[in-house]
């Protein structure tokens, strides 16, 4: 979407950010968003940054999504990401159970820890459902975690793109619902959401939805 310079070129800027262990597929689903493409990628270094235009619900809307590394040596590198965030996608494989019973165990608890948004909008995401023969985790445990911690719910899969955009529309369409999230993404308010202060810059720690 192009725009100059002297126009504004979106409505609204969201903030979101992707977590869960490594190799449940967040850096794939988020290129088979943004690219329309599959990779089977290596696991981040760190944090992965893209940016995506969507018009969606008669807004222009600029995505800015953040895709953090899994492993465990990343995470207080992390922790920063997760202010201001207004939606929070949280994926595990359907196809590892570990990934699954980890949301609860370390990500949820991340959440609470770092966000900085009460009303923010979380998504669980189940990914990998093209390898249906090696699922161990069902659609209605799914369900149950995301009824438990108030989250949307959607299974999809990055290879072969089923619900993928779906999952991003929803997350996104839910924010444009609730207007303390969109008075915060308004292209009118002034901040700068490229340059992260380090985690030590602010003690301040809140809970989320």
């Known amino acids: 979407m192009e725009a100059s310079s002297s126009t504004v070129e979106f409505d609204y800027l969201f903030k979101l950010l992707m977590i869960g262990d490594s190799g449940v ?11 329309d493409a599959f990779e089977d990628l290596s696991p981040t270094i760190g944090v992965d940054f893209k940016v995506k235009h969507v018009t969606l619900g008669g ?29 929070i996608i949280m994926v595990y494989d359907v196809t590892r159970r570990d990934t ?3 949301l609860s165990d370390i990500w949820a608890k991340e959440i609470d820890l770092y966000s900085t ?24 445990e799914g369900i149950d ?10 299974e999809c899969s990055a290879k072969t793109r089923v619900n993928v955009e779906q999952c991003f529309e ?20 002034k901040k700068n959401i490229f340059r992260q202060k380090p985690p030590e810059a602010d003690a301040s720690t809140s809970g989320c939805c």
């Open 145 to 154: 975690f995301a009824r438990e911690y108030g989250c949307l719910f959607i």
């Open 117 to 140: 948004n009460q009303e923010c909008i979380k998504m669980l995401v189940g990914n990998k459902v093209d390898k249906e023969s090696e699922r161990v985790v069902s659609k209605k």
């Open 25 to 35: 597929g967040k850096s794939s689903l988020l290129l088979s968003f943004t690219s």
């Open 59 to 87: 807004k222009k809307l600029k995505l800015a999504i953040w895709d953090t590394a899994g492993q465990e040596r990343f995470r207080t590198l992390t922790s920063s990401y997760y202010r201001g965030a207004q939606g």
């Open 170 to 189: 929803e997350l996104v369409l839910k924010i444009l619902d609730t207007p303390s999230l969109l008075a915060e993404g308004s292209a009118g308010v």
């Open 100 to 102: 699954f019973t980890n």
